[in-house]
């Protein structure tokens, strides 16, 4: 096991995290998921928790939502682990590390579920009518189109930058991106129901946390905006209790996705807007750390190819390792440069976090 705190699969990842979290005492809880890896591995969320049982205060950190997001995410859980970071929690408040909730993405190099959904599209009211994307529809053949030859890639990109031409490029990006739940194989589906990784986050949450009064997440995301710059999003608007701590206590750089602050398209169903309701019981402040990787077009670029791989090709044959080191390019930055500001940014979040929470206990910051 090499010393650096990221890791090239799955795998090393679940490794490093469990030895970490083994160091530190904590209590560990294995949620095995039905698939397996491309390499024939288990696969499973890992839950650990350090601290009382029953503390007021929790941080969670939640690495993978979006699976091959992965690698980002683990390597800041690893390393707040090994830093010993837990050793500096104050009275009251407990760390609750969720590693991998999406772990078959993880493994796959994947952005999805084992079920071709997007999780931050997925939290919504299944009952209620779903968000309707009309501009997706008249795009999808272009989005995963049937072929992925020379000539049928060209074809679709013609199309969609003719949209970006008519109507703007961020009007494609929010019609691209912004989440559908009309077409099951292609990008960024909310599902036609709770997933796997959804029913998982939901029971820990609510299993673990059932005695919090303050909760601050933190969401390790990646791919969007300026290369290992990590924005703080939170999808509610100013008027929202959740946006006012969330800005006191990470700073004036929280970016609101309901207000047009961020790099994030608007979106419904993801899991951190939804955690309030989840508890009823407590304060819950946090935001998604989205740390810049590549070029939004080469990240859309690989997020088609890796649809069309699953949806029209065969995940296991001959273009696959093509396609997964494309996405694992795409949402990891493999230098020393990226991962140290990565790393320097999270440990700045949790002390802002842990010193957020201690100061809702009423305690000093
Ligand atoms: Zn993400």
């Known amino acids: 096991m090499t010393?650096?705190?990221?890791?090239?699969?799955?795998?090393?990842?679940?490794?490093?995290?469990?030895?970490?979290?083994?160091?530190?005492?904590?209590?560990?809880?294995?949620?095995?998921?039905?698939?397996?890896?491309?390499?024939?591995?288990?696969?499973?969320?890992?839950?650990?928790?350090?601290?009382?049982?029953?503390?007021?205060?929790?941080?969670?950190?939640v690495s993978g939502t979006h699976?091959?997001?992965?690698?980002?995410?683990?390597?800041?859980?690893?390393?707040w682990l090994r830093r010993q970071e837990w050793a500096r929690l104050p009275e009251g408040v407990a760390a609750l590390l969720i590693h991998a909730i999406n772990p078959f993405g993880f493994a796959w190099s994947r952005r999805v579920t084992h079920e071709n959904v997007d999780l931050n599209r997925n939290f919504v009211d299944f009952a209620a009518p779903l968000p309707e994307n009309r501009a997706y529809t008249a795009l999808a053949d272009a989005v995963t189109p049937a072929s992925w030859s020379r000539e049928a890639q060209a074809e679709a990109r013609g199309r969609l930058l003719a949209y970006a031409r008519e109507n703007g490029f961020p009007a494609l990006v929010q019609a691209m991106s912004g989440g559908q739940?009309?077409?099951?194989?292609?990008?960024?589906?909310?599902?036609?129901g709770p997933?796997?990784?959804?029913?998982?986050?939901?029971?820990?949450?609510?299993?673990?946390?059932?005695?919090?009064?303050?909760?601050?997440f933190l969401d390790f995301h990646t791919g969007l905006g300026p290369e290992g710059y990590a924005e703080q999003i939170i999808t509610r608007g100013p008027g929202a209790p959740e946006y006012r701590r969330a800005?006191?206590?990470?700073?004036?750089?929280?970016?609101?996705?309901?207000?047009?602050?961020?790099?994030?398209?608007?979106?419904?169903?993801?899991?951190?807007?939804a955690a309030p309701r989840l508890l009823p019981h407590a304060e819950v402040t946090g935001v998604a750390l989205e740390y810049g990787t590549v070029?939004?077009?080469?990240?859309?670029?690989?997020?088609?190819?890796?649809?069309?791989?699953?949806?029209?090709?065969?995940?296991?044959g001959p273009e696959a390792a093509a396609i997964q080191a494309e996405m694992r390019a795409a949402f990891y930055v493999d230098t020393d440069m990226w991962r140290g500001m990565v790393l320097g940014q999270s440990l700045i979040a949790t002390r802002q976090a842990v010193a957020g929470l201690s100061a809702s206990l009423g305690g000093d910051r």
Request: hydrophobic share 45%; with cysteine.
């Open 195 to 216: 997933t796997w990784s959804r029913r998982t986050l939901e029971a820990i949450l609510t299993g673990r946390l059932a005695g919090a009064k303050s909760v601050c």
């Open 181 to 192: 739940y009309s077409h099951p194989d292609g990008i960024f589906y909310g599902g036609a």
């Open 67 to 79: 699976g091959v997001e992965g690698h980002c995410g683990s390597g800041a859980q690893v390393d």
């Open 295 to 316: 070029e939004t077009n080469q990240v859309l670029n690989a997020l088609r190819a890796d649809n069309w791989l699953h949806a029209r090709s065969d995940p296991t």
């Open 3 to 61: 010393l650096s705190p990221f890791s090239a699969t799955y795998a090393e990842a679940r490794a490093k995290f469990l030895e970490a979290a083994t160091v530190a005492r904590a209590e560990l809880q294995a949620w095995a998921h039905p698939e397996r890896g491309p390499d024939g591995g288990e696969l499973s969320t890992d839950v650990a928790w350090i601290g009382p049982v029953d503390a007021p205060a929790a941080l969670v950190l």
């Open 247 to 273: 800005r006191d206590w990470f700073g004036a750089a929280v970016a609101s996705v309901d207000a047009g602050e961020s790099v994030s398209a608007k979106i419904a169903g993801d899991w951190l807007d």
